[in-house]
C-alpha cells in the first residue's frame, strides 16, 4: 500500500509503498478515502524536520540535555548510534481520515465491515491507504435524514479536527446565547463560526488575511475584522460596551498578542480558551482587573492521551463525562448529517495520494498559494467497490464478523521486495519479526557485522518500519506477515523483538516451523507459557527413549532444545563481563553479589508497565539482572524473595530489592531502583569471595582486586554490552562451531527466578525455584496429553 513518510533528519517527505499494517486487538483496519492535512500540526513538524540539526538542537535544548547525559551514562559512540538512528528512522504522518472498515479484531462488536466511520490520532489516522485505528478512536459516519445528501468522506475527514474544535467550546463554557468572539480564522477557526453559530451563539471573528474574515461572515459570524483596534471596538459594539462572554483562540502564532488581546475584549469573569499554539506571556493586569478564567483546550476531549481509554477501549462513564474525544467526534459527525455545517466551503485544495506531498509544498508555503483546508484523496473514496469484501454489509447478517473475518483473510499478507540480492551460498537465512528502536540501533547493526548471515525477511506491525529496516540492512523483502516469514525455507532462524505479550506465541510458533529462534527478553510472561516453551523447545526428545508415555526427564540439562532457543541476555557476553568471569573462576567458595541498577522512572501508563504488554519492569528488565549472576555464580537460583520501595502512588512496583540463593550456597542482591537521579552510573556490580573483589561499573570500568594489587580496566568511547558477541555466539552455535552459549538450564531458570521474584514481591513470601520439579511437571503434561 502506499503511506506518506517524513524523514526526520532531511525533512524529506514521500510517498512509500510499505506493507499494510497488522489488525492489532482492539483496532479496526480501515481503507481510507480522504484525509486533512492540517495547516497548523504537520506544518509545524514539516518546518522544524526540514532544519539543519543546529537548527534543531537550537529549537529544542531539552533533547541535547537529553543526549548530553546519555553520552555521560554509555559514552559517545553508543549516543551516536542512538542519534542517528532516530534521525534515520520513517514518521508517520497524519491524524485525520475517513474510509471503510474492512477488518475489526475480536471483542469489537459495534463497529462492523463495511461501516463508513471517521478516524482519529497521530499514528492512527494517518495519510496511507489503510490504517490501523483503535476502538475508541473511531466514530460511525451517520446516515443523513435525505438520502441525497449522504455525509461524504471528505466530509467525514475533517472529524478530528472538528473535534478539537468542539472541546474548544465545551472548554469555554460556551451557553445558548452568548457574545463570543473567535481569534483566527483559519481551518480551526472557520470550523469554530460554524459551530459556534449552530449553537445559537452571536460569533464575532478576526484574522490578519481579508478573504478569511469574509468566508467567516459568510459561514455565520455577525461581523469579522482583520484588525486588532478595530476588533476590540467591534466587540464592544456588539455588547453594548460590556465585551464578549468568552473568548477563542484558534490562531497559530508564537506571539502572545492574541492572548493578550483576549483579554482587551472579554467581560469581567469572562472565559478565555487557547485552542491553538500561541505565545503565552499573559499580561496580568487585565486578566486580574477582570478575573478571566484562562484556559487551555487539550486536543479531542477527556480520554485523549489516556492509553487504558485509547489503547485497551475502556470509556468513560456517560454520567461522569458526558463529552469523551469519542463522543465529541461523533457529536461532529452528526452537524454534519444534519447540514449544520459548510464543510465544502473550507477545501481549497484537494491532492490524489500519488501527489500527496505537494500538499506540504501548499502548507509550509513554498507555492505561495492561499489555502486552507486541503485534502488527500485515495482510489477507493466514494466506491464501494473498493472493499475486499465485494460490497459494504447492508443487513445485519452481511455485516456479521466470522472468525475469518476478524482474522487476516482481510488483512492478506502483503510483501513487497527490496533487495536483489541473493543469499550468500551456506550463510543462516534470517527472519526478523519486530522492527522497532532496540532492534535496529542495537541488533541488526551487531547481526550485519556478521559474514555468515543473509537478510531475507522482516515483520513488523506498522509498515514504514518494515520497510526502512528492510532497506537499512539489506532484507529481501518486508512483510505484514509473520506466517509468511516462518514458512520461508530460505529463513533458517528468526529473532523476535516483538513487545512483550507476543514473544512466547512467536517462539512457539517460530519452533514449530523448525526455525531456530533467538528471542529478545523476556522469553515469556507467565509460567504456563515458559511450560509450553520448554516443551516445544525440548520437543519429542524431552521424553525418555524418545516415546509418549515414558516417564519425562527430570532435568533442562539431559538435552538442548531443537531447534536451537536462545535468549538475549547480552550483558553475560560483555567483555569485561567475560574478564570478571574469568578472575571470578579462581574463587572456589560461595560468593556474594550485589547488582544495583539505577533504572530510572517511566510514566505508570508506559507499555512496559502496562501487565497485558509488558509484564511490567520485573519480567521485562530484571530478568537481565537475574541472568547475570547466574552467569557469574554457575548455578541457578533455588530461592528468592523480592520485596518493593513504599510507594507513595508515583511508581508502579519498579523499585525492588530482591535476594537470590544459587544452588551453589552464592548469595546474590539485586536492587533495581527508579527513583534515582540519571546523573548516577545506571548499572553497579559488586562481587565478594575468596578474599577477592570484582565491581564492575556500567560496563564502562571494571575493578578486580586480589592480595591487595588492583587492576582497572576502562572503556573510554562507550559501553560494550555483548551485543555483538551475543549475535556472534548464537550464529556460531547454528553454524555448529560452538554449542549453544547460554545453557537452557540456566534461560529456564532465570526466568523462572523472575517470575518467583515478582510473585514474591506481590505476596511478601519467600519462594522456591525448584526448576527440575517445574521442568518434569511441563513434560509430564505434555506426555500425558
Not at 427 to 443: D, E, M, R
Amino acid at each position: 500500500m502506499k503511506q506518506v513518510l517524513q524523514y526526520a533528519r532531511t525533512g524529506e517527505l514521500k510517498v512509500a509503498e510499505v506493507p499494510a499494517p497488522q489488525l492489532l486487538p482492539g483496532c479496526v483496519l480501515v481503507r481510507v478515502a480522504a484525509s486533512l492535512v492540517s495547516a497548523g500540526t504537520e506544518r509545524a513538524s514539516a518546518e522544524f524536520a526540514s532544519k539543519s540539526l543546529l537548527a534543531k538542537a537550537k529549537a529544542r535544548p531539552d533533547l541535547v540535555r537529553d543526549v548530553i547525559a546519555k553520552i555521560r551514562r554509555d559514552g559517545l559512540t553508543s549516543t551516536l548510534q542512538t542519534v542517528r538512528s532516530r534521525l534515520d528512522q520513517p514518521q508517520s504522518v497524519g491524524y485525520s481520515s475517513a474510509g471503510v472498515v474492512v477488518a475489526a479484531s475480536d471483542g469489537i462488536n459495534d463497529i462492523n465491515v463495511g461501516d463508513r466511520v471517521a478516524c482519529a490520532g497521530a499514528g492512527h489516522a494517518v495519510h496511507a491507504e489503510i490504517a490501523c485505528v483503535p476502538r475508541m478512536m473511531v466514530a460511525k459516519v451517520p446516515e443523513s435524514r435525505e438520502a441525497e445528501s449522504q455525509v461524504s468522506f471528505e466530509e467525514a475527514a475533517f472529524g478530528t479536527v472538528g473535534a478539537i474544535c468542539l472541546h474548544g467550546i465545551r472548554t469555554a463554557e460556551v451557553a445558548l446565547g452568548d457574545t463570543v468572539a473567535v481569534i483566527g480564522l483559519g481551518l480551526l477557526g472557520q470550523i469554530t463560526v460554524q459551530l459556534l453559530n449552530a449553537a445559537g451563539c452571536r460569533v464575532f471573528g478576526m484574522d490578519l488575511l481579508r478573504q478569511r474574515a469574509d468566508l467567516a461572515i459568510g459561514s455565520g459570524a455577525e461581523a469579522a475584522c482583520t484588525g486588532a483596534r478595530e476588533f476590540r471596538d467591534l466587540c464592544f459594539q456588539k455588547t453594548g460596551g460590556l465585551g464578549v462572554d468568552s473568548v477563542l483562540i484558534t490562531a497559530e502564532t508564537p506571539s502572545s498578542e492574541p492572548v493578550n488581546l483576549a483579554s482587551e475584549l472579554a467581560r469581567d469573569r469572562a472565559i478565555v480558551v487557547a485552542v491553538g499554539t500561541v505565545g503565552m506571556e499573559l499580561q496580568r493586569k487585565l486578566y486580574y482587573e477582570k478575573e478571566l478564567d484562562f484556559r487551555i483546550s487539550r486536543s479531542y476531549g477527556p480520554g485523549r492521551y489516556d492509553a487504558a481509554y485509547e489503547q485497551k477501549g475502556r470509556d468513560y462513564p456517560i454520567g461522569h463525562v458526558r463529552w469523551t474525544e469519542t463522543r465529541n467526534l461523533e457529536a461532529f459527525l452528526q452537524f454534519i448529517a444534519d447540514r449544520k455545517l459548510n464543510l465544502p466551503s473550507l477545501i481549497t485544495h484537494r491532492f490524489p495520494m500519488e501527489r500527496a506531498t505537494q500538499a506540504y509544498e501548499l502548507i509550509t508555503g513554498n507555492t505561495g498559494e492561499p489555502f486552507l483546508a486541503a485534502l488527500i484523496t485515495y482510489a477507493c473514496a466514494e466506491s464501494e467497490t473498493a472493499l475486499p469484501v465485494g460490497r459494504r454489509a447492508s443487513s445485519p447478517v452481511q455485516a456479521e464478523r466470522s472468525s475469518t473475518v476478524s482474522g487476516s483473510a482481510l488483512n492478506p499478507s502483503e510483501r513487497i521486495s527490496v533487495s536483489t540480492v541473493s543469499p550468500s551460498p551456506g550463510s543462516t537465512g534470517l527472519g526478523v519479526l519486530g522492527a522497532g528502536s532496540f532492534a535496529q540501533n542495537t541488533l541488526l547493526p551487531a547481526l550485519q557485522a556478521i559474514a555468515d548471515v543473509s537478510f531475507i525477511g522482516v515483520c513488523n506491525a506498522t509498515g514504514p518500519r518494515s520497510r526502512n529496516a528492510a532497506e537499512k540492512f539489506g532484507f529481501s523483502y518486508c512483510s505484514n506477515s509473520e506466517a509468511e516469514l516462518l514458512q520461508d525455507p530460505n529463513i533458517k532462524a528468526v529473532l523476535i523483538a516483538t513487545r512483550h505479550n507476543l514473544h512466547a506465541s512467536q517462539c512457539l510458533a517460530a519452533l514449530r516451523a523448525g526455525k531456530a529462534v533467538f528471542c529478545e527478553k523476556p522469553l515469556c510472561l507467565n509460567e504456563g507459557e515458559l511450560a509450553a516453551l520448554v516443551c516445544a523447545a525440548f520437543g519429542e526428545t524431552a521424553f525418555a527413549g524418545g516415546e509418549r508415555g515414558a516417564p519425562a526427564r527430570q532435568d533442562a540439562r539431559d538435552c538442548s532444545p531443537k531447534p536451537p532457543l536462545m535468549v538475549g541476555f547480552n550483558r553475560r557476553f560483555a567483555p569485561m563481563a567475560a574478564q570478571m568471569k574469568q578472575f571470578l573462576s579462581e574463587i572456589h567458595e560461595p560468593l556474594a553479589i550485589h547488582y544495583r541498577v539505577n533504572a530510572g522512572y517511566i510514566p505508570a501508563d508506559h507499555w512496559m508497565n502496562d501487565t497485558e504488554q509488558g509484564g511490567g519492569r520485573i519480567l521485562g528488565e530484571v530478568c537481565h539482572f537475574v541472568d547475570f549472576l547466574c552467569f557469574l555464580a554457575g548455578a541457578c537460583p533455588i530461592e528468592v524473595q523480592g520485596q518493593t520501595v513504599g510507594n507513595p502512588g508515583q511508581y508502579s512496583m519498579d523499585n525492588v530489592v530482591a535476594s537470590l540463593k544459587f544452588a551453589n550456597g552464592t548469595l546474590g542482591t539485586i536492587s533495581y531502583l527508579a527513583n534515582g537521579d540519571k546523573a548516577v552510573s545506571k548499572e553497579r556490580v559488586e562481587v565478594f569471595g575468596g578474599g577477592s573483589v570484582a565491581i564492575l561499573e556500567d560496563f564502562r570500568r571494571l575493578e578486580l582486586v586480589r592480595n591487595g594489587r588492583k587492576q582497572i580496566t576502562r572503556a573510554r568511547w562507550g559501553q560494550d554490552k555483548g551485543h555483538k558477541a551475543e549475535m556472534q555466539a548464537f550464529v556460531d552455535a547454528l553454524r555448529g562451531k560452538t554449542s549453544l552459549p547460554i545453557p537452557f538450564e540456566q534461560i529456564v531458570g532465570s526466568t523462572l527466578a523472575t517470575m518467583r521474584i515478582q510473585n514474591s514481591c506481590q505476596t511478601g513470601q519467600t519462594l522456591t525455584v525448584q526448576l527440575s520439579e517445574f521442568v518434569s511437571s511441563a513434560l509430564q503434561k505434555k506426555s500425558a496429553h
